[in-house]
Protein backbone atom coordinates (compact mmCIF):
# COMPACT_ATOMS: atom_id res chain seq x y z
CA UNK A 1 0.00 0.00 0.00
CA UNK A 2 3.10 2.42 0.76
CA UNK A 3 4.53 1.37 -2.61
CA UNK A 4 1.42 2.26 -4.80
CA UNK A 5 1.44 5.68 -2.75
CA UNK A 6 5.24 6.55 -3.08
CA UNK A 7 4.88 5.36 -6.87
CA UNK A 8 1.59 7.70 -6.96
CA UNK A 9 3.42 10.87 -5.98
CA UNK A 10 6.59 10.03 -8.21
CA UNK A 11 4.55 9.80 -11.23
CA UNK A 12 2.42 13.02 -10.39
CA UNK A 13 5.92 14.57 -9.79
CA UNK A 14 7.41 13.30 -13.19
CA UNK A 15 4.88 14.92 -15.03
CA UNK A 16 4.10 17.92 -13.45
CA UNK A 17 8.19 19.08 -14.26
CA UNK A 18 7.80 17.02 -17.65
CA UNK A 19 9.12 20.28 -20.11
CA UNK A 20 6.53 19.18 -22.73
CA UNK A 21 3.94 20.68 -20.53
CA UNK A 22 5.06 24.43 -20.54
CA UNK A 23 3.34 26.79 -22.35
CA UNK A 24 4.37 27.21 -25.95
CA UNK A 25 5.91 30.56 -26.75
CA UNK A 26 3.38 32.26 -29.97
CA UNK A 27 5.48 31.43 -33.04
CA UNK A 28 4.11 34.66 -34.86
CA UNK A 29 4.51 37.22 -32.47
CA UNK A 30 2.38 39.82 -34.72
CA UNK A 31 -0.88 37.67 -33.48
CA UNK A 32 -0.13 38.09 -29.69
CA UNK A 33 -0.71 41.95 -29.32
CA UNK A 34 -0.47 41.59 -25.94
CA UNK A 35 2.80 41.21 -26.09
CA UNK A 36 3.52 44.90 -26.95
CA UNK A 37 3.09 47.51 -23.97
CA UNK A 38 -0.34 49.60 -24.87
CA UNK A 39 1.31 52.84 -23.60
CA UNK A 40 4.02 52.37 -25.83
CA UNK A 41 2.14 51.65 -28.90
CA UNK A 42 -0.60 54.23 -28.25
CA UNK A 43 2.59 57.06 -28.10
CA UNK A 44 4.27 55.24 -31.43
CA UNK A 45 1.02 55.65 -33.45
CA UNK A 46 0.32 59.56 -32.14
CA UNK A 47 4.34 60.20 -33.17
CA UNK A 48 3.35 58.68 -36.13
CA UNK A 49 0.23 60.87 -36.91
CA UNK A 50 1.75 63.78 -35.81
CA UNK A 51 4.53 63.39 -38.49
CA UNK A 52 2.06 62.94 -41.02
CA UNK A 53 0.17 65.70 -40.26
CA UNK A 54 3.36 68.18 -39.94
CA UNK A 55 4.81 66.82 -43.38
CA UNK A 56 2.45 68.71 -45.06
CA UNK A 57 2.82 72.14 -43.00
CA UNK A 58 6.70 72.85 -44.76
CA UNK A 59 6.88 76.03 -46.06
CA UNK A 60 6.79 75.72 -50.12
CA UNK A 61 8.93 77.71 -52.33
CA UNK A 62 7.65 80.87 -53.75
CA UNK A 63 6.69 80.72 -56.98
CA UNK A 64 6.92 83.35 -59.79
CA UNK A 65 3.49 83.79 -60.25
CA UNK A 66 2.22 84.11 -56.56
CA UNK A 67 5.31 87.56 -56.42
CA UNK A 68 3.47 90.88 -56.30
CA UNK A 69 6.23 93.14 -57.23
CA UNK A 70 5.43 97.20 -56.44
CA UNK A 71 5.70 99.30 -58.75
CA UNK A 72 8.34 101.77 -57.65
CA UNK A 73 6.74 104.39 -60.48
CA UNK A 74 3.74 105.05 -58.99
CA UNK A 75 3.56 107.83 -61.20
CA UNK A 76 0.93 107.39 -64.04
CA UNK A 77 2.39 108.60 -67.06
CA UNK A 78 -1.39 109.04 -68.94
CA UNK A 79 -2.44 111.16 -66.20
CA UNK A 80 -0.58 114.61 -68.90
CA UNK A 81 -1.03 117.73 -66.74
CA UNK A 82 1.08 115.99 -64.26
CA UNK A 83 3.24 114.25 -66.46
CA UNK A 84 5.47 117.97 -66.92
CA UNK A 85 6.06 117.85 -63.17
CA UNK A 86 6.99 114.76 -62.94
CA UNK A 87 9.66 114.56 -65.65
CA UNK A 88 11.49 117.58 -64.38
CA UNK A 89 11.79 115.69 -60.45
CA UNK A 90 12.42 112.66 -62.12
CA UNK A 91 14.97 113.71 -64.89
CA UNK A 92 16.69 115.82 -62.39
CA UNK A 93 17.72 113.21 -59.94
CA UNK A 94 20.36 111.99 -61.86
CA UNK A 95 22.36 115.21 -62.79
CA UNK A 96 25.49 114.68 -62.65
CA UNK A 97 25.62 111.06 -63.70
CA UNK A 98 28.93 110.43 -65.94
CA UNK A 99 28.73 110.53 -69.83
CA UNK A 100 29.50 107.35 -71.57
CA UNK A 101 29.32 106.48 -75.61
CA UNK A 102 26.85 103.47 -75.75
CA UNK A 103 26.12 103.71 -72.17
CA UNK A 104 22.51 103.51 -70.42
CA UNK A 105 21.36 104.63 -66.75
CA UNK A 106 19.37 100.98 -67.09
CA UNK A 107 22.42 99.30 -66.64
CA UNK A 108 25.00 101.41 -65.73
CA UNK A 109 25.90 104.51 -63.63
CA UNK A 110 26.93 106.16 -67.20
CA UNK A 111 25.35 107.59 -69.75
CA UNK A 112 24.94 108.45 -73.29
CA UNK A 113 22.50 111.54 -74.49
CA UNK A 114 19.83 108.95 -76.27
CA UNK A 115 20.33 106.49 -73.64
CA UNK A 116 18.94 109.42 -70.88
CA UNK A 117 16.01 110.25 -72.72
CA UNK A 118 15.24 106.69 -73.12
CA UNK A 119 16.06 105.86 -69.75
CA UNK A 120 14.04 108.52 -68.27
CA UNK A 121 10.99 107.86 -70.18
CA UNK A 122 10.81 103.97 -69.52
CA UNK A 123 10.66 105.35 -66.12
CA UNK A 124 6.91 106.38 -66.96
CA UNK A 125 6.46 103.34 -69.32
CA UNK A 126 7.30 104.78 -72.59
CA UNK A 127 9.36 102.92 -74.79
CA UNK A 128 11.27 104.57 -77.08
CA UNK A 129 14.09 103.84 -80.10
CA UNK A 130 17.51 103.88 -78.83
CA UNK A 131 19.40 106.51 -80.97
CA UNK A 132 19.07 110.23 -81.16
CA UNK A 133 18.06 109.68 -84.64
CA UNK A 134 15.61 107.30 -84.34
CA UNK A 135 13.65 108.92 -81.11
CA UNK A 136 13.74 112.46 -83.61
CA UNK A 137 11.12 110.42 -85.63
CA UNK A 138 8.55 109.93 -82.87
CA UNK A 139 5.69 111.88 -81.20
CA UNK A 140 4.51 114.92 -82.18
CA UNK A 141 6.13 118.02 -84.04
CA UNK A 142 6.08 120.71 -81.50
CA UNK A 143 8.44 123.20 -83.57
CA UNK A 144 11.43 123.82 -85.76
CA UNK A 145 13.16 126.74 -83.94
CA UNK A 146 13.57 127.74 -80.70
CA UNK A 147 10.13 129.63 -79.65
CA UNK A 148 10.26 128.60 -76.04
CA UNK A 149 6.42 129.65 -76.18
CA UNK A 150 5.41 126.50 -77.39
CA UNK A 151 7.13 124.31 -75.46
CA UNK A 152 6.45 122.42 -72.20
CA UNK A 153 8.33 120.69 -69.87
CA UNK A 154 9.04 117.07 -71.35
CA UNK A 155 9.25 117.79 -74.87
CA UNK A 156 12.77 116.17 -76.80
CA UNK A 157 14.56 117.80 -78.62
CA UNK A 158 17.06 116.70 -81.19
CA UNK A 159 20.26 118.81 -82.35
CA UNK A 160 22.31 118.17 -85.77
CA UNK A 161 25.81 117.71 -85.82
CA UNK A 162 27.25 117.22 -89.07
CA UNK A 163 23.67 117.42 -90.99
CA UNK A 164 22.27 114.64 -88.75
CA UNK A 165 20.22 114.13 -85.73
CA UNK A 166 23.03 113.31 -82.89
CA UNK A 167 22.31 114.72 -80.18
CA UNK A 168 18.52 114.84 -77.87
CA UNK A 169 17.69 116.14 -74.33
CA UNK A 170 14.81 116.86 -72.32
CA UNK A 171 13.00 120.30 -71.70
CA UNK A 172 12.41 121.70 -68.20
CA UNK A 173 11.35 124.55 -68.88
CA UNK A 174 11.93 128.42 -68.33
CA UNK A 175 14.62 128.23 -71.53
CA UNK A 176 16.53 125.06 -70.15
CA UNK A 177 17.49 121.20 -70.78
CA UNK A 178 19.01 118.61 -69.37
CA UNK A 179 21.31 116.05 -71.16
CA UNK A 180 24.02 114.10 -71.28
CA UNK A 181 26.42 116.24 -73.01
CA UNK A 182 30.16 115.48 -73.36
CA UNK A 183 32.71 113.20 -70.98
CA UNK A 184 33.81 116.02 -69.59
CA UNK A 185 30.39 117.53 -68.10
CA UNK A 186 27.90 114.32 -68.10
CA UNK A 187 24.57 114.75 -67.19
CA UNK A 188 24.12 118.66 -67.09
CA UNK A 189 21.17 121.46 -67.49
CA UNK A 190 21.91 123.73 -70.45
CA UNK A 191 20.59 127.37 -70.89
CA UNK A 192 19.30 127.05 -74.08
CA UNK A 193 19.80 130.70 -75.14
CA UNK A 194 23.20 129.88 -77.09
CA UNK A 195 23.50 130.22 -80.78
CA UNK A 196 25.12 126.73 -80.86
CA UNK A 197 21.43 125.15 -79.82
CA UNK A 198 19.98 127.82 -81.81
CA UNK A 199 21.66 127.47 -85.05
CA UNK A 200 21.61 123.75 -84.51
CA UNK A 201 18.15 122.17 -83.61
CA UNK A 202 16.65 119.92 -85.55
CA UNK A 203 13.13 119.68 -84.58
CA UNK A 204 11.37 119.65 -81.07
CA UNK A 205 8.96 116.29 -80.37
CA UNK A 206 6.15 116.31 -77.86
CA UNK A 207 5.87 112.43 -76.96
CA UNK A 208 2.42 113.54 -74.03
CA UNK A 209 0.08 115.65 -75.31
CA UNK A 210 -0.85 117.73 -72.58
CA UNK A 211 -4.43 118.49 -72.33
Not at 38 to 47: F, G, R, V
Not at 85 to 109: E, M, P
Not at 139 to 168: E, M, Y
Not at 189 to 207: M, T, W
Request: charged content about 20%; overall charge positive.
Amino acid sequence: MVKRILSSAVMTLVLTCSPHQALPFPSNPEKNKSLTCPETLSKTNQARKSLKANHTRWPQPESKSDRNPVDPRQNNASNASNFHDLIVTRSKAFLNASYLRGASLKNSSATDCSGFVQFIYREFKIDLPRSSAEQAQVGKVVTRHLDFSKLLPGDLLFFRQGGQVRHAGIYLGDGKMIHASTRRYGVIISDLRQSYYEGNLAVVKRIIEME
